[in-house]
């Protein structure tokens, strides 16, 4: 008898064996539509606004602010009180777009998280990593 505990598991093809090759592929697989979901998401942009669309904000998929918009109606003046309002707009259109953002990523790469649970901790929609064992795995 071996000490290997995966001998166990008989070779590629056999009953309760483990093909290393077709996992292998898998593997590769996942990581080409991970990547190509990366770069769509990348490449996509998203917009948040507020008040009506006096203030509007752009943002990539990845939530990089890319362009603000400011209406003329935006501003009521230009004393200190009516900044501080504009700038509290541009965030709030920003919170906006970043929401936004982030549900686009969830859309776009929760389908690869496929059937782990609780999706891929750490990404975009990933939920928190699974229990622990006692033994710490």
Do not use: H
């Not at 900044?83 to 777009?97: H, N, P, T």
């Not at 750490?122 to 699974?130: A, I, K």
């Amino acid at each position: 008898m071996s000490n290997n505990p995966f001998d166990a598991l008989g070779g590629a093809g056999g009953p309760g064996g483990l093909d290393l090759g077709a996992l292998m592929q898998q593997a590769q697989q996942m990581q080409a539509d991970l990547m190509a979901a990366q770069q769509r998401l990348a490449e996509a942009t998203v917009d948040g606004s507020v008040a009506g669309g006096a203030v509007t904000v752009t943002v990539t998929g990845g939530g990089e602010l890319t362009g603000v918009t400011i209406t003329p109606e935006a501003l009521d003046g230009t004393d200190a009180d009516a900044l501080s309002d504009l700038g509290d707009l541009v965030v709030a259109a920003y919170r906006d777009a970043r929401a936004q953002a982030d549900k686009l990523a969830e859309d776009t790469l929760g389908p690869l998280a496929g059937g782990l649970p609780g999706g891929l901790p750490g990404m975009p929609g990933g939920g928190e990593e699974p229990p622990r064992g006692q033994l710490g795995f």
